[in-house]
């Protein structure tokens, strides 16, 4: 028997309440979806033409099934007036958003967006919207989320989200790869992408008769332009269906081609990979390293490990092979521009994300908590801070209390931290020009203030340097 | 003289729609006179069975399933 309560259980998710035809809440930690009758339709008929299937066992949406079961369905029919039918997805460990994403993580998006619209052409549908945030990096591969997007609409040869499908995807990556634009900047500051007067205006006029831009940047601009004047383009509701999908096929798989183009053309500074030699480690040490960190986790058993200042991902793949969903976070886009392209090749369950720990992801968006921010998402069972600690305390002037109590929001239970010594040579450099203020700098100091926040599981010098592991676990109201 | 179907929820780029249309015109007008043109250029040009917009169409760009 259902009880009569006046608070329902279901949590709408802040940033889905735009489209019409349905939404996303959470319950307890399930997650479903209320679709309306029309979206209901079109999806019952993708899964009897065996499309559904088709995609999830792709990858290229999560997976969903439809709530059968009577008594959930009454439920949540109360819960959501209004709304009959329901979906629910699986639940995605890591949320990340277009503005910590890599050159070819966009890209691959863009990509996987277009796949889903070309597929659904053939089947006489077609996308409402092509936002960047349908897109979430499922156990390393992107995938639509917004199924409530799926419609059939009245003309085929025209896509009406092609034009928020090149703000969000095609003029970052030109912007990109001609201007040097970063991701973040173009995506933080304008939650839709950039207009396209705005994108026509960084480049010069030369420059926007080319046929890379011409087709994409200059024509839609002049014809938009021309359109606005005097009315031209009038707002009618049309006669006769369009069925002719060949136009708009061409169109997108030459977009396709142009995305992937313009990704596998950036070039990633190996900064970090000249991290190996100039690296005062040993390969003893790193390998001691390496045998530490691996029997702490097969020890804990973490579900989800988040992995800060992960470099080329050496310790991720370590977590990932032992079973974790691992969210590797790092501030150098290129070194998170590499670690994609390498799981490209040898798949993991790892997401990458570009966030600088000084500055992460702000919420932005409606009331600035349409798009969480990243201390918000960031949860996992155990986090790694190796070879960080030098970094937050001389780049980021962090004090060790501010690293200590950012290590305690970002942990749900345990954290492994690398102390390392002023005297290390990579400390040296980070200070070869700067003001020496770490003189107290000790491991005992060190260990002074974490243990006000956190339990000394164990402490272990790592053999062959001056570095030691320090394995941590935060301090409940009980422990204290 | 163009119309856009007001059903869409978000923002649709004018520009981009009418582009599209133009488009789809322009190759639903090529392929209408596709026989016309493809005399045309064999006989004025000597140009092959094969006309470059038919090759074209042939080299058909990657699967999206591969």
């Known amino acids: ?480 | 003289m163009f119309v856009l179907t007001p059903v869409a929820y978000i923002d649709p780029m004018s520009g981009a729609i009418i582009l599209q249309v133009l488009i789809a015109g322009t190759i639903g007008c090529v392929a209408f006179f596709r026989r016309s043109i493809k005399a045309f250029l064999v006989k004025v040009f000597h140009i092959g069975r094969d006309t470059d917009e038919e090759g074209a169409e042939k080299a058909a760009p990657e699967d999206p399933a591969a």
């Open chain 1, 1 to 480: 028997m259902t009880s009569r309560q006046p608070v329902s259980s279901s949590q709408r998710i802040a940033g889905s309440y735009r489209d019409p035809s349905g939404y996303v809440f959470t319950r307890g930690d399930r997650v479903f979806r209320a679709i309306d009758d029309p979206c209901f339709e079109l999806l019952k008929q993708l899964e009897g033409d065996g499309t559904f299937r088709e995609f999830i066992e792709r990858q290229w949406i999560p997976g969903t099934e439809f709530v059968q079961d009577r008594a959930l369905a009454a439920e949540l029919r109360e819960e959501h007036p209004g709304y009959e039918h329901f979906l629910e997805h699986e639940r995605i460990s890591a949320i990340t958003y277009p503005y910590e994403w890599s050159v070819s993580m966009l890209a691959d998006a863009g990509i996987r967006t277009l796949d889903v619209q070309l597929h659904l052409l053939e089947r006489g549908c077609a996308l409402k919207d092509a936002t960047a945030y349908n897109i979430q990096f499922v156990r390393g591969e992107p995938t639509f989320i917004d199924l409530s997007s799926f419609e059939r609409p009245q003309r085929l040869d025209v896509w009406f989200a092609l034009g928020q499908f090149m703000q969000m995807f095609l003029y970052p990556l030109l912007l990109n790869r001609r201007r040097g634009w970063d991701l973040r900047s173009y995506f933080l500051a304008s939650i839709g992408g950039r207009p396209i007067e705005d994108v026509a205006r960084s480049f010069g006029w030369l420059e926007r008769l080319r046929p890379s831009l011409l087709v994409d940047v200059t024509l839609p601009l002049w014809l938009h332009r021309w359109g606005e004047k005097g009315d031209r383009a009038r707002r009618e509701m049309l006669e006769r269906r369009r069925e002719d999908t060949k136009a708009q096929s061409l169109n997108l798989r030459r977009l396709r081609r142009k995305l992937a183009a313009l990704a596998h053309g950036y070039r990633p500074r190996g900064v970090w990979a000249d991290y190996t030699e100039m690296c005062s480690y040993e390969q003893q040490a790193e390998d001691a390293k390496k045998r530490l960190v691996a029997e702490f986790l097969d020890q804990t058993q973490p579900g989800c490990v988040l992995d800060l200042g992960c470099n080329t991902g050496d310790y991720s793949r370590l977590a990932a092979e032992r079973g974790a969903e691992v969210v590797a976070v790092d501030a150098d886009h290129d070194a998170i521009e590499l670690l994609y392209r390498d799981l490209r090749k040898n798949p993991a369950p790892i997401t990458p994300m570009v966030i600088d720990l000084a500055n992460p992801s702000p919420g932005i968006g409606y009331m600035n908590a349409e798009r969480a921010p990243f201390l918000e998402r960031a949860d996992a069972d155990c986090v790694l801070a190796l070879a960080l600690i030098h970094h937050l305390l001389v780049s980021a002037n962090l004090s060790l209390e501010a690293i200590r109590d950012m290590l305690f929001a970002l942990t749900r239970r345990d954290l492994v931290l690398e102390f390392v010594p002023t005297d290390d040579t990579m400390f040296q450099r980070l200070m070869k020009f700067r003001v020496n203020l770490f003189g107290g700098l000790t491991l005992d100091l060190c260990r002074k203030v974490f243990q006000e926040r956190f339990k000394l599981l164990s402490e272990i010098p790592i053999a062959g340097s001056k570095r030691a592991l320090l394995f941590w676990r935060k301090r409940t109201a009980a422990d204290v």
